[in-house]
């Protein structure tokens, strides 16, 4: 256990749906990372947020936006929902930058 | 930009064996950090062993090591006395970017332990 909780576990869902996913960090780390991992792309970081301020944002599309709140859990909204965006969401969380990274168990989006 | 290359999709050894998995990568930066991560059939990613650059010495963890070669840009894993628990994904990253960055991936290498 990684001390990093997702929630929900398994989200299946329509195409042009919205859906949040939750994440809490292990207790003390400042950093929250999203990362997305599909077949095709394989494991793609998506945003970065450090102690409520977004920090870094890589292959995010414009559909996707996410917030990391006073208590410094996270939530990436998905939205306007594509057959291409079925994949396995991770957060992961760091007490600083440059330091190691644990990851959630993952949520796992189906959008049909 | 960084990239990190996996150049072995796939890997069977024995059980007991030691086997070795290959990465390179290319980033610009000077100060970044290496990690080999493993996921199994549980899909949960988890960290196995972190090597800074800035360190000369390469990193150890129990049965598990690393070969850092900083002028080749060559991180390899190396496993020792291996376990059928040890049948996962493994996933080489780098990290860099001074701190505003996420970990970028290679397309990691299947290692099944066969008993």
């Known amino acids: 256990d990684s001390g990093v909780t997702q929630t929900p576990k398994h989200l299946i869902t329509a195409t042009g749906q919205r859906v949040t996913l939750r994440c809490s960090p292990r207790s003390g780390d400042l950093s929250v990372y999203w990362y997305q991992q599909s077949l095709d792309q394989g494991l793609q970081f998506l945003i970065q947020?450090?102690?409520?301020?977004?920090?870094a944002k890589g292959n995010i599309l414009e559909r996707f936006s996410a917030q990391q709140f006073p208590d410094l859990h996270s939530e990436l909204n998905l939205s306007s929902l594509e057959l291409g965006d079925s994949a396995l969401y991770f957060c992961?969380?760091?007490?600083?930058?440059?330091?190691?990274?644990?990851f959630g168990p993952g949520t796992r989006l189906t959008v049909l | 930009a960084q990239t990190v290359t996996q150049s072995q999709p796939e890997m069977s050894v024995q059980e007991a064996e030691t086997v070795t998995l290959s990465c390179t990568y290319d980033t610009s930066e000077s100060n970044y950090y290496l990690f080999w991560y493993k996921q199994p059939p549980s899909r949960q990613m988890i960290l196995v062993i972190r090597?800074?650059?800035?360190?000369?010495q390469n990193a150890t963890e129990n049965r598990f090591s690393v070969n850092f070669q900083k002028a080749a840009k060559s991180f390899s894993l190396k496993i020792s006395d291996s376990q059928l628990g040890d049948t996962a994904m493994y996933f080489c990253a780098c990290y860099s970017g001074g701190g505003a960055d996420g970990l970028t991936f290679g397309k990691g290498t299947h290692l099944i332990i066969q008993p």
């Open positions: 947020y450090y102690n409520g301020e977004e920090r």
């Open positions: 090597q800074e650059a800035y360190k000369q």
């Open positions: 992961a969380s760091s007490p600083l930058w440059g330091e190691s990274q644990f």
